[in-house]
Nanobody
Framework: QVQLVETGGGLVQTGGSLRLSCAAS????????MGWFRQGQGKEREFVAAVSRSGGAKSYADSVKGRFTISRDNAKNTVYLQMNSLKPEDAAVYYC???????????????????WGQGTQVTVSS
């Protein structure tokens, strides 16, 4: 069992940056894929980014490529999402996720992920 707690959300102006953190507790060895999803108001939850167990493989939604960077520090049991050049359409609740399967594919389906955090709100003012 893994518990995930996100921090780092807040209010930022268009073009600004935020870094989200997700701290894992419980069974916190590096045997999980880690990811970020988001859910805007009135929208479905969508995939944002994922990182492999070692951190060597990363995947991004097209909407955030070149602006967001996912990383992980296995020694700290923490995954990060650096968000740059933020746009109003990036405003959402951002959720951290963990997945037991080591396969780095089929990342965008919510049903492929086993654990979820409670979410952190990101607001982008225009």
């Amino acid at each position: 069992q893994v518990q995930l707690v996100e921090t780092g959300g807040g209010l930022v102006q268009t073009g600004g940056s935020l870094r989200l953190s997700c701290a894992a507790s419980g069974r916190t060895d590096s045997s999980y894929l880690m990811g970020w999803f988001r859910q805007g108001q009135g929208k479905e939850r969508e995939f944002v980014a994922a990182v492999s167990r070692s951190g060597g493989a990363k995947s991004y939604a097209d909407s955030v490529k070149g602006r967001f960077t996912i990383s992980r520090d296995n020694a700290k049991n923490t995954v990060y999402l650096q968000m740059n050049s933020l746009k109003p359409e990036d405003a959402a609740v951002y959720y951290c996720s963990a997945r037991r399967s080591p396969l780095f594919r089929d990342l965008s389906g919510m049903d492929k992920w086993d654990y979820w955090g409670q979410g952190t709100q990101v607001t982008v003012s225009s």
